[in-house]
């Protein structure tokens, strides 16, 4: 299949063209999110959502017009709830299909779909589910404990087998049961939220993100040109819908595109993975570099000389190194293409399969069409060939931009007509950019971000600890491990039952992929005159000790 030009196809991109052709509804008059990623394609009753893999139970296949009416039904159990327009639904779900109808049914009602990652302890989720002021939670039985210890926690539906018990939930089945197959969806503007996120930062809290219902658009460019996604394709994404890349590009994106999109509940293995792709004959796979770097690893599993059926593979969250792009190649046999993006963003800056342009081995590539990335020195001024700069998005030339800001004002990332993403590149020349480092404190871990100050914080909590400062760690298989230098309290014992404390502590508050795999106890942290702790010291003593 032949490709387009990059450079013409940039430069003569229409996003009015765009909306008509991705769009059956109208931006300028209304719209209603699951019409667009669910409705549009229900009239063929053969057509496939969803390919689940479950843990326990059975596979199952969902049709478009079977989620058509399920999404329906969940939509009459929040207007019953009293949850309308704006209003904040969470989902604390694993990779089911009751978590596509929660997502489908929430948008249907004018709602707000807010996800939570399943490996979120009970601190994280109370202070997103406040801060939002959500409306109503639902779970399932094996997350339902970690809402017992959320303070003022919203009414709770729970997807169970147990039944009724002391908890008073409501049970799901039983009310979707109970509900009508039809329910006529609310229309919401451009500019309206469909998502509510939450992004961590260097200071204070995880910064809410609301995703605007016109986000929709860069979704359908990413799938169509990044991604590739052609009718044809069998396309898995592994992240999961708990976050930015699996919510938008696992879900919202392949629906948007009529594209049956694939959960597998199961936890991520070499041979979990490759079972997948052989079951779901998978051609276009998407994927964290962590999880390319484990097949990588784990080499032996692929027999020698097997033809997965791959016809494209890609991969967001951290940058990929060209011995995990060759080893694709050769051994998953298809091109693999790197791409870059934010929460706040969606993905910008991408290695397009669909278009043609130069290539360069762990490069982030190009402008995704309907914006403008560049890269600005310390005045804000874009930076030349082979300098290096802040990448950022030219927000006045980028029709397709759909941040507005964070949720509560937590912070002002914007200088005059730029968005800064924080993430220091160096610029080509050629429009193509690749990443060097964060300017600030945020880890990449396994393709997660977390904010050191988060698990700072938390660390607090702990009786014994009177100070912490927490840092990214290199490591191969990682990316970064995260470390903790943490100053106790004389009347209590730094050593190795603490430090286990500690780990524990972070991760049933915060998640498993934010606490600290290795903590060192010191007597002082290095700090400025005026006490903010020197990550910088802290991040070139773990390099140091990394590479030794």
Same mark, same amino acid.
């Not at 089911?96 to 049914?105: K, R, S």
């Not at 597998?264 to 276009?284: D, H, Q």
């Given at each position: 299949?032949?490709?387009?030009?990059?450079?013409?196809?940039?430069?003569?991109?229409?996003?009015?063209?765009?909306?008509?052709?991705?769009?059956?509804?109208?931006?300028?008059?209304?719209?209603?999110?699951?019409?667009?990623?669910?409705?549009?394609?229900?009239?063929?009753?053969?057509?496939?959502?969803?390919?689940?893999?479950?843990?326990?139970?059975?596979?199952?296949?969902?049709?478009?017009?079977?989620?058509?009416?399920?999404?329906?039904?969940?939509?009459?159990?929040?207007k019953q709830q009293g949850v309308?327009?704006?209003?904040?639904?969470?989902?604390?779900?694993?990779?089911?299909?009751?978590?596509?109808?929660?997502?489908?049914?929430t948008l249907r009602a004018g709602a707000v779909y807010q996800p939570l990652f399943t490996a979120f302890g009970s601190g994280a989720i109370e202070y997103r589910l406040d801060k939002a002021d959500t409306r109503l939670v639902v779970t399932d039985d094996q997350n339902r404990f970690k809402l017992d210890a959320?303070?003022?926690?919203?009414?709770?539906?729970?997807?169970?087998?147990?039944?009724?018990?002391?908890?008073?939930?409501?049970?799901?089945?039983?009310?979707?049961?109970?509900?009508?197959?039809?329910?006529?969806?609310?229309?919401?503007?451009?500019?309206?939220?469909?998502?509510?996120?939450?992004?961590?930062?260097?200071?204070?809290?995880?910064?809410?993100?609301?995703?605007?219902?016109?986000?929709?658009?860069?979704?359908?460019?990413?799938?169509?040109?990044?991604?590739?996604?052609?009718?044809?394709? &069998?396309?898995? $994404?592994? *992240?999961?819908?708990?976050? =930015? !890349?699996? /919510?938008?590009? @696992?879900?919202?994106?392949? +629906?948007?595109?009529?594209?049956?999109?694939?959960?597998?509940?199961?936890?991520?293995?070499?041979?979990?993975?490759?079972?997948?792709?052989?079951?779901? &004959?998978?051609? $276009?796979? *998407?994927?964290?570099?962590? =999880? !390319?770097? /484990?097949?990588? @690893?784990?080499?032996?599993? +692929?027999?020698?000389?097997?033809?997965?059926?791959?016809r494209v593979a890609n991969s967001a969250g951290e940058p990929l190194n060209p011995e995990v792009i060759n080893w694709v190649n050769r051994r998953l046999g298809c091109p693999v293409m790197d791409s870059y993006g934010q929460t706040e963003t969606g993905m910008t800056c991408c290695n397009h399969h669909a278009l043609d342009h130069p290539v360069r081995v762990g490069s982030m590539g190009y402008s995704l069409p309907g914006h403008r990335v560049v890269a600005l020195d310390g005045d804000f001024k874009e930076v030349g060939a082979d300098e290096t700069g802040q990448l950022a998005v030219d927000v006045d030339n980028s029709p397709l931009f759909f941040f507005q800001g964070y949720t509560w004002g937590e912070k002002d990332p914007f200088h005059d007509r730029y968005y800064l993403t924080g993430d220091v590149v160096i610029s080509h020349g050629d429009g193509s950019f690749s990443f060097t480092g964060r300017d600030d404190d945020i880890i990449t871990t396994a393709g997660y971000r977390v904010g050191p100050a988060d698990v700072e914080s938390t660390l607090l909590e702990h009786p014994a600890v009177a100070e912490s400062g927490v840092v990214g760690k290199p490591d191969s298989s990682r990316g970064a491990v995260i470390k903790a230098y943490v100053v106790t309290k004389p009347q209590y014992d730094a050593d190795e039952n603490l430090a286990d404390e500690l780990k524990e502590l972070v991760r049933n508050r915060l998640s498993t992929h934010a606490f600290p795999r290795e903590i060192e106890f010191v007597q002082e942290l290095p700090k400025t005159p005026s006490g903010k702790i020197q990550r910088f010291i802290l991040r070139n003593k773990a390099r140091e000790e990394a590479d030794q």
């Open positions: 299949m032949s490709k387009q030009a990059y450079q013409p196809f940039y430069d003569q991109f229409d996003a009015d063209r765009l909306a008509q052709e991705a769009l059956t509804g109208d931006l300028s008059v209304g719209i209603n999110a699951c019409q667009e990623v669910c409705d549009k394609w229900a009239s063929d009753p053969e057509r496939i959502a969803l390919n689940f893999e479950g843990v326990e139970r059975a596979p199952e296949s969902w049709s478009f017009a079977r989620l058509q009416q399920a999404a329906a039904r969940f939509a009459n159990l929040l309308g327009k704006g209003d904040r639904v969470a989902g604390l779900l694993p990779r089911t299909p009751e978590l596509l109808v929660v997502i489908l049914g959320v303070q003022q926690c919203p009414p709770i539906v729970r997807v169970t087998a147990k039944g009724a018990d002391s908890h008073q939930d409501l049970d799901f089945q039983q009310q979707m049961q109970a509900q009508p197959d039809q329910f006529e969806p609310v229309l919401i503007q451009a500019d309206d939220p469909i998502l509510q996120m939450f992004t961590s930062g260097t200071v204070g809290k995880s910064k809410g993100v609301a995703v605007p219902a016109r986000a929709l658009l860069s979704f359908y460019v990413y799938m169509r040109y990044a991604i590739d996604l052609q009718p044809e394709d &069998r396309y898995w $994404n592994v *992240a999961d819908p708990g976050w =930015a !890349y699996g /919510l938008y590009y @696992a879900v919202l994106g392949p +629906l948007l595109l009529g594209t049956t999109t694939h959960f597998n509940e199961n936890g991520f293995t070499p041979e979990s993975t490759y079972a997948m792709i052989r079951k779901y &004959r998978i051609t $276009n796979l *998407a994927a964290a570099p962590t =999880a !390319y770097r /484990l097949l990588m @690893a784990m080499d032996q599993v +692929l027999p020698e000389g097997e033809d997965l059926g791959l």
